[in-house]
């Protein structure tokens, strides 16, 4: 049974324990200390507001963020980390990720049948034996899971929420309001400047936690054998989770009427947020050129693992980058510095310039 149970305190899969210990509860309980961090910084100490964070038993890979009567809303669907700790535990079945790493694998499988509101979900969990790769797998999935729930209170923090409230009285989704809105460049523009926005409130928190991890977990020190490897295994991490969304919304959508950007040129933008934070955060620790060198290996490594296992990967997005994209990621980054000035008064963060 210990062959088919989480290690970690982040693993869904914690089997040999009570429901209060799997990796639900854990997240729920992370997401609440967050904001309980925040709100003792916050610049506008009137704007704080109850926080509630919920799992959905829906399977999409999704979350979403909504204000409701005095109350911060975060809901993610069950499918966000039950794909994320598939995705990761197979890929650690069969790939190293550090070359120091048990050479060769060997894996459990395990099918899994879940049937909530008439709808049936079924994988086959590889678990791998090794313990050093498992643990790293979830550490990988804990990474990517926290990225989704800091982008939906990042939503909250950053204004996102109540400015688009103020816009459209009585809306509150994202999904009912990218609907209602008239497809018009401006309005799009503005939803996919806070997006990205929300993506970068997310990678900053993270980039501290790597800090927090490389001064505090003897756990994961006692594996990796240097302060680059925990930047590897990030690295990995982030770049996978934009590759599950391009595999779960099954065809990029036209970046001209999505909130959000394709998932190639989006991974690359918050990669290069990360190197920015470290520059700022990580001095003596990682340089950014260094963290450069690594991003390059390791996203190639992302790709070619998550082909492997899914026949998914950006190889042709990066193709199509220069020609489609370049100059539309440009507009938004110019739209930030119009679009911040509105957010201002309903943001309860200081708010990046």
């Not at 990474?143 to 939503?155: P, T």
């Not at 790709?303 to 899914?310: Q, V």
């Not at 930030?336 to 943001?347: N, S």
Request: net charge negative.
């Amino acid at each position: 049974m210990n062959q088919l149970s989480g290690l970690t305190e982040y693993s869904i899969f914690n089997i040999l324990q009570s429901p209060n210990c799997t990796g639900f509860q854990y997240f729920k309980n992370y997401a609440i200390s967050v904001v309980e961090e925040i709100n003792i910084a916050l610049y506008q100490q009137q704007a704080k507001n109850t926080f509630h964070l919920d799992f959905k038993t829906l399977f999409h890979f999704d979350g979403e963020s909504y204000h409701e009567d005095g109350v911060d809303h975060v809901i993610i669907n069950d499918g966000v980390v039950i794909t994320t700790f598939e995705v990761f535990y197979n890929i650690l079945s069969r790939y190293p990720i550090l070359p120091y790493l048990s050479p060769t694998p060997a894996a459990l499988g395990y099918n899994l049948i879940y049937n909530f509101n008439n709808e049936q979900y079924q994988t086959t969990i590889n678990f791998p034996i090794d313990r050093e790769r498992r643990i790293i797998a979830e550490y990988m999935a804990m990474f990517a899971i926290k990225f989704i729930i800091l982008h939906e209170i990042g939503h909250h923090y950053n204004g996102h929420i109540l400015y688009r409230d103020s816009l459209v009285q009585n809306i509150t989704k994202l999904n009912t309001f990218t609907n209602n809105l008239a497809k018009s460049h401006k309005e799009l523009l503005d939803l996919q400047t806070m997006e990205m926005d929300a993506d970068a409130f997310a990678i900053s928190r993270l980039i501290d936690e790597t800090l927090i991890l490389i001064s505090n977990d003897t756990r994961l020190f006692s594996i990796l054998k240097c302060v680059d490897d925990i930047y590897v295994i990030f690295i990995i991490a982030i770049q996978t989770l934009f590759l599950i969304f391009k595999k779960e919304q099954k065809t990029e959508e036209d970046h001209w009427y999505s909130p959000y950007f394709p998932t190639f040129p989006r991974g690359c933008i918050n990669l290069d947020c990360a190197k920015t934070n470290i520059a700022f955060k990580a001095k003596g620790i990682i340089t950014p050129d260094k963290f450069v060198e690594l991003t390059n290996s390791s996203f190639i490594a992302a790709e070619k693992y998550f082909y492997s296992l899914y026949g998914v990967n950006h190889y042709q997005d990066a193709i199509d980058y220069e020609e489609s994209m370049s100059a539309h990621i440009k507009e938004v980054e110019k739209n930030w510095v119009l679009l911040r000035e509105k957010l201002i008064p309903f943001a309860r963060v200081r708010l990046a310039q």
